[in-house]
């Protein structure tokens, strides 16, 4: 299976446990990992020769320093072939540098395609290395992240008693994460605070509704995405068309909290507000850049449009954001979104069921802009202080609500 998304983050469901698989014994070291590679390399007496790069490389090293471990490392019961060879695998991947490329086990890779799904088990967050610091990116709606007051931006700095620096993501993620029904108690750091906070949040099952929407007594339509799953883009059609019937007076997409999903869900759901033009640019290596435009006809390509966007917005939400942005379709509003302008996709064929999840393209707006860890600053900014997510203030959807009714907004910093 090969797929391309756009998430950015890790949730808090996966279980990333050290690497372990079911590769047979007997074999060189080198040969094992030429094998692993994808079958893209071959291994002549110690010479790694790579037909991709063009070099060859000696790994006559690796093997003595395996040998070595075998031989003179203490603990022998904790010597596991299985476990060294993919911890070797990991260390390939984590050598590009690239925090959203990663290698994951069979166990792994199947848990990893149920969060895209929608199917959860957690505290319901997504969380990713930012400045080399465990950051939340977006907690879930509804989810217990949510509920305990976790917030885009949040710094961890312990997990339970344990010092989050002192993981690796992977390993970070597997500690968050257990059983539902127990606790876990986050230290964390927020904005500019000097003191910080521990945040106890339950574990739960997660059932994310990917699409909800409401249509108010003034006759504005509110349409809340929440991630870009297998059938997000099924769900936005049936409620465009359903809001079609009832001839909204305006339409606010909320894209707040959604960090991203699969790619072809947010061409899909782009094409269902414009009429023409392009939804976005990929550049992938080796390749010409690919000009993606509008597919299918629009539902609801006049009415009048305000997308809602803040930190934990990224990846597919900054790929709709952009491209309704851009053709001046809608207006933007709230704050700078998190800023991930790569793709990733998904390899799941090698024999052991791993999936290797690897940067595979660069994309940009129509009028060019590269958003990667710089986001999308919007047309009209509005925050939201702290206590405003914890009461039932909600000053970004207020300001959206004004704008579509005025054509403006009090008290908005800035209009771009």
Same mark, same amino acid.
């Given at each position: 299976?090969?797929?391309?998304?756009?998430?950015?983050?890790?949730?808090?469901?996966?279980?990333?446990?050290?690497?372990?698989?079911?590769?047979?014994?007997?074999?060189?070291?080198?040969? +094992?990992?030429?094998?692993?590679?994808?079958?893209?390399?071959? /291994?002549?007496?110690?010479?790694?020769?790579?037909?991709?790069?063009?070099?060859?490389?000696?790994?006559?090293?690796?093997?003595?320093?395996?040998?070595?471990?075998? %031989?003179?490392? /203490?603990? !022998?019961?904790?010597?596991?072939?299985?476990?060294?060879?993919?911890? @070797?695998?990991?260390?390939?991947?984590?050598?590009?540098?690239? $925090?959203?490329?990663?290698?994951?086990?069979?166990?792994?890779?199947?848990?990893?395609?149920?969060?895209?799904?929608?199917?959860?088990?957690?505290?319901?967050?997504?969380?990713?290395?930012?400045?080399?610091?465990?950051?939340?990116?977006?907690?879930?709606?509804?989810?217990?992240?949510?509920?305990?007051?976790?917030?885009?931006?949040?710094?961890?700095?312990?997990?339970?008693?344990?010092?989050?620096?002192?993981?690796?993501?992977?390993?970070?993620? %597997?500690?968050?994460?257990?059983?539902?029904? #127990?606790?876990?108690?986050?230290?964390?750091?927020?904005?500019?605070? =000097?003191?910080?906070?521990?945040? !106890?949040?339950?574990?739960?099952?997660?059932?994310?509704e990917s699409v909800i929407s409401e249509l108010r007594d003034d006759g504005i339509a509110v349409v809340t995405v929440a991630t870009f799953?297998?059938?997000?883009?099924?769900?936005?059609?049936?409620?465009?068309?359903?809001?079609?019937?009832?001839?909204?007076?305006?339409?606010?997409?909320?894209?707040?909290?959604?960090?991203?999903?699969?790619?072809? *869900?947010?061409?899909?759901? =782009?094409?269902?507000?414009?009429?023409?033009?392009?939804?976005?640019?990929?550049? +992938?290596?080796?390749? *010409? &850049?690919?000009?993606?435009? /509008?597919?299918?006809?629009?539902?609801?390509?006049?009415?009048?449009?305000?997308?809602?966007?803040?930190?934990?917005?990224?990846?597919?939400?900054?790929?709709? @954001?952009? @491209?309704?942005?851009?053709?001046?379709?809608?207006?933007?509003?709230?704050?700078?979104?998190?800023?991930?302008? #790569? !793709?990733?996709?998904?390899?799941?064929?090698?024999?052991?069921?791993?999936?290797?999840?690897? =940067?595979? *393209?660069?994309?940009?707006? $129509?009028?060019?802009?590269?958003?990667?860890?710089?986001?999308?600053? $919007?047309?009209?900014?509005?925050?939201?202080?702290?206590?405003?997510?914890?009461?039932?203030? &909600?000053?970004?959807?207020?300001?959206?609500?004004?704008?579509?009714?005025?054509?403006? !907004?009090?008290? @908005?910093?800035?209009?771009?």
């Open positions: 299976m090969q797929k391309k998304f756009l998430t950015f983050a890790l949730p808090i469901l996966l279980a990333l446990v050290a690497f372990a698989g079911g590769f047979e014994t007997g074999r060189s070291h080198s040969q +094992e990992i030429a094998e692993v590679a994808g079958g893209d390399a071959e /291994v002549e007496t110690g010479v790694l020769q790579s037909s991709e790069i063009g070099r060859q490389l000696d790994i006559q090293t690796f093997d003595e320093v395996w040998k070595t471990a075998e %031989k003179k490392f /203490v603990d !022998v019961e904790k010597l596991d072939p299985e476990k060294m060879l993919y911890g @070797a695998m990991k260390g390939v991947i984590a050598s590009l540098g690239d $925090p959203h490329s990663e290698f994951l086990d069979p166990t792994e890779s199947e848990e990893f395609l149920d969060s895209l799904e929608g199917n959860l088990t957690g505290i319901g967050a997504e969380v990713g290395m930012r400045d080399e610091i465990l950051t939340i990116i977006s907690p879930l709606r509804g989810s217990p992240a949510e509920a305990a007051g976790l917030l885009p931006g949040d710094k961890i700095f312990k997990i339970d008693n344990e010092i989050a620096s002192d993981f690796s993501l992977f390993e970070a993620v %597997k500690h968050i994460r257990g059983e539902p029904g #127990t606790e876990v108690v986050l230290t964390i750091f927020r904005g500019e605070e =000097t003191h910080s906070r521990e945040i !106890v949040i339950t574990r739960d099952f997660i059932e994310i799953a297998d059938d997000t883009a099924e769900e936005f059609e049936t409620i465009l068309v359903e809001l079609a019937l009832q001839n909204p007076a305006g339409m606010i997409l909320d894209l707040r909290f959604n960090g991203g999903g699969f790619l072809d *869900a947010a061409i899909e759901m =782009t094409s269902k507000l414009l009429a023409s033009g392009e939804v976005v640019r990929i550049h +992938e290596r080796g390749k *010409a &850049d690919q000009i993606i435009p /509008v597919s299918g006809a629009p539902l609801l390509p006049q009415i009048p449009l305000v997308v809602l966007i803040n930190e934990g917005s990224a990846s597919s939400s900054e790929i709709m @954001a952009g @491209a309704l942005q851009d053709s001046g379709r809608a207006t933007l509003l709230g704050e700078k979104s998190f800023g991930k302008g #790569t !793709v990733q996709e998904l390899i799941s064929n090698f024999h052991d069921g791993s999936t290797l999840r690897i =940067t595979v *393209a660069k994309w940009f707006t $129509p009028s060019g802009r590269d958003v990667n860890e710089e986001g999308i600053e $919007p047309d009209i900014t509005v925050k939201m202080e702290i206590e405003d997510y914890f009461s039932e203030k &909600d000053p970004q959807l207020d300001a959206a609500v004004e704008f579509l009714k005025t054509g403006e !907004v009090e008290n @908005a910093e800035e209009l771009n």
